[in-house]
C-alpha cells in the first residue's frame, strides 16, 4: 500500500521540490514563516466573502431562516417536520445566533461566511495529510478564490456550515485512521452526527467514509463501525421526524418539483469550475440559454484538468478514493435518486466545492511537472487561465444589481411607498408572505393563495374563484398581488381569469422573480 508520506513525496519530487525525508538543501534560502502563505490565502478569502455582505436582499430561503429565528425554541422542530426538508441543527445555531447579533441581512449571513474561511483552511489542512505543502496551498487558493464557494458563504443558508463539517469529519476520519485513540474516534462521531444533524446530503458523505475504510482501512472498519454506531445514537430522535418529511409535507406538492437532466451536471461543473454565468451557461439561481454540447466544450478545458488531477493520485489509491468517494457519491446518489423523485439542485453541492479544488490543484501541478523548463511559471499561468474565468462573474457578482434575482427589499420598498393603509395584499404561496413580510412591517389586512387550497388541482376543486374575487373587490378596493417563483402556466390559468373578473391590473413590476401588481376594483 501506498503511504500518504510517499505519496507527497513522489508529487514533491515530481515538482522538483524536497519531499519528506529528502537530504536536499538549497545553498540560498529566503524562507517565509510557515503560517504565512496560508495566512494571506485566509486573509483575501475573508475579503472576498464579508465585503458587501448585506447588499443583496434576502430571497425567500433566507428570509426563511430569518422567520425561524422568531420561533421559540419548542416551536422550531414542529414548524421544520411540517413545513420543511431539512434537519434542524442549523436552524437551532441560527437561533441562538440572532439572539446575540439580531436579524438583518448581515448578521444572519456572517455565519456563513466566517464558516466558508474556515473551509479554505481545513481544505489545506486535509491535503497537507496527502500531498505536497505547495499544492496544498494552491489547493486553499483556489476554494478562496471560488465564485461558488464565495455565493454560498454570503447567503444565510447551511451549506457553508455544512462544508465546514464535512470537512472537520474528513479530518478527524484521517486523524482517527493515523493515530487512533478512542477521543479521536469520538469526535469524528460527533462530527459526524452533526453532518446528518444539518444536511440530509451529509448522511452520503459518511457512506463515503465508510467505503473508504472498508476498501482501504480495514483494520479500521470496527472502530470505524462503532464511531458509526455512536452518532446512530445521537441521531435517533430525529429519524422520526426524518421520515415524516421524507413523505408528506407541502415541499412534495408536484409542482414544485424540478425535473432533472444532463443539463443540471453542466450547471454543477460549470459553478464549480467557474460560477457559472458566463456566455450562457446556467448560475446559482437561473438556468442557462447555452446548447448542452456548447455546454460541455466549454468545460473541457477544467474537466482535463479534473481528470490530470485524479490521474496525479493514480500511484496512491487510498488518497484518490477517499478525496473521489467524498466529491463523486454525494452527486451521483443524488442524480439516481432523482430519477425516482426530483430533488436535485446545482446550488446544494457547492460544499463539495474544496474536494473538487483538490482534485484541480493536483491537475494543475500534474500538467506543470511535464514541462521540465519554468515549472514555476507554468503553474503560475495555468492556475491564472483557470482563474481569469472568475473574474467577469465576480465582477456581475458584487456590481451588477440584476444578477441577483428576488430583490425583496425593493419589491416591499414599492409598496411602502405607493400603498395606503387601506390597501389588502393578496400573497400566492406562503412563499411570497414569508420573504415579503421580512421588509414589510406595516400592519395591512392580507390573504395568502397556497398552490393547494387556492390555486386549484386534482384534489382541491376549481381554486380561487371570480366569486371569491368579487367579494375581496367589494372589501378592498386596491389589492396589491405579491407573486414570486414558481408560478408556472397552470397556476395562472387558474388565478388570473378570476381576478381580471373583478379588478383592473394596473402597473406590474418585475424585481427578477418577484412580481407586484396593483389591482383597482372595477366599477
Excluded at 35 to 59: D, E, K, M, T
Excluded at 459 to 487: H, K, M, N
Amino acid at each position: 500500500m501506498v503511504t500518504a508520506t510517499q505519496s507527497r513525496a513522489a508529487l514533491a519530487a515530481r515538482s522538483g521540490s524536497p519531499g519528506p525525508g529528502s537530504s536536499r538543501i538549497p545553498t540560498t534560502t529566503i524562507r517565509l514563516a510557515p503560517w504565512l502563505p496560508i495566512a494571506g490565502i485566509l486573509v483575501l478569502a475573508s475579503g472576498l466573502r464579508f465585503v458587501l455582505l448585506g447588499r443583496n436582499s434576502f430571497w425567500y430561503d433566507e428570509a426563511w431562516v430569518a422567520n425561524l429565528t422568531q420561533l421559540r425554541w419548542q416551536e422550531i422542530v414542529p414548524t421544520l417536520v411540517g413545513m420543511d426538508v431539512h434537519p434542524p441543527l442549523y436552524f437551532f445555531l441560527m437561533k441562538a445566533w440572532a439572539g446575540l447579533a439580531g436579524t438583518t441581512e448581515v448578521a444572519l449571513r456572517f455565519p456563513s461566511a466566517f464558516a466558508s474561511v474556515l473551509s479554505v483552511l481545513l481544505t489545506y489542512l486535509i491535503m497537507r495529510r496527502l500531498v505536497p505543502e505547495s499544492v496544498s496551498l494552491l489547493g486553499a487558493f483556489l476554494v478562496s478564490l471560488s465564485p461558488f464557494d464565495v455565493m454560498a458563504g454570503q447567503e444565510a443558508r447551511m451549506y457553508a456550515v455544512l462544508e465546514v463539517i464535512a470537512l472537520g469529519a474528513t479530518l478527524a476520519l484521517i486523524l482517527s485512521v493515523e493515530r487512533g485513540g478512542g477521543l479521536r474516534w469520538a469526535g469524528y462521531a460527533a462530527l459526524g452526527a452533526a453532518l446528518a444533524y444539518t444536511h440530509y446530503l451529509g448522511i452520503i458523505i459518511l457512506v463515503a467514509h465508510g467505503l473508504w475504510v472498508a476498501f482501504f482501512e480495514r483494520r479500521h472498519f470496527r472502530a470505524w463501525l462503532l464511531a458509526m454506531s455512536g452518532a446512530v445514537v445521537l441521531y435517533a430522535p430525529w429519524i422520526p421526524s426524518f421520515w415524516h418529511q421524507a413523505g408528506v409535507n407541502e415541499y412534495h406538492e408536484t409542482w414544485y418539483r424540478h425535473p432533472v437532466g444532463p443539463a443540471d451536471l453542466t450547471a454543477l461543473l460549470g459553478l464549480f469550475a467557474f460560477g457559472g454565468s458566463l456566455f450562457g451557461m446556467p448560475g446559482y439561481f437561473l438556468g442557462g440559454t447555452l446548447e448542452p454540447v456548447k455546454q460541455w466544450i466549454m468545460l473541457l478545458p477544467f474537466l482535463v484538468v479534473l481528470w490530470r488531477g485524479a490521474a496525479a493520485l493514480s500511484s496512491d489509491r487510498r488518497s484518490l478514493a477517499l478525496l473521489g468517494f467524498c466529491f463523486a457519491l454525494p452527486i451521483g446518489s443524488t442524480l439516481l435518486g432523482s430519477l425516482i423523485k426530483p430533488m436535485f439542485y446545482a446550488r446544494w453541492f457547492s460544499f463539495l466545492l474544496p474536494f473538487y479544488a483538490m482534485f484541480v490543484a493536483l491537475g494543475l501541478m500534474e500538467v506543470a511537472c511535464r514541462v521540465r523548463a519554468s515549472r514555476g511559471i507554468i503553474l503560475a499561468g495555468l492556475t491564472a487561465a483557470i482563474l481569469l474565468y472568475s473574474v467577469p462573474v465576480f465582477a456581475r457578482y458584487y456590481f451588477d444589481p440584476g444578477f441577483r434575482p428576488y430583490q425583496w427589499r425593493a419589491a416591499a420598498a414599492l409598496v411602502r411607498a405607493q400603498g395606503r393603509p387601506q390597501d389588502a395584499i393578496v400573497y400566492v404561496h406562503s412563499a411570497s408572505a414569508v420573504a415579503f413580510l421580512y421588509y414589510f412591517h406595516e400592519r395591512h389586512p392580507s390573504l395568502i393563495l397556497t398552490p393547494a387550497e387556492a390555486l386549484g388541482g386534482a384534489s382541491s376543486g376549481p381554486g380561487f374563484t371570480a366569486a371569491q374575487a368579487r367579494e375581496l373587490a367589494v372589501r378592498y378596493p386596491r389589492v396589491w398581488l405579491i407573486v414570486t417563483a414558481p408560478f408556472d402556466a397552470h397556476m395562472q390559468q387558474r388565478l388570473l381569469p378570476a381576478l381580471r373578473s373583478a379588478f383592473q391590473f394596473r402597473d406590474m413590476n418585475d424585481f427578477r422573480g418577484v412580481w407586484v401588481t396593483r389591482l383597482e376594483a372595477k366599477p
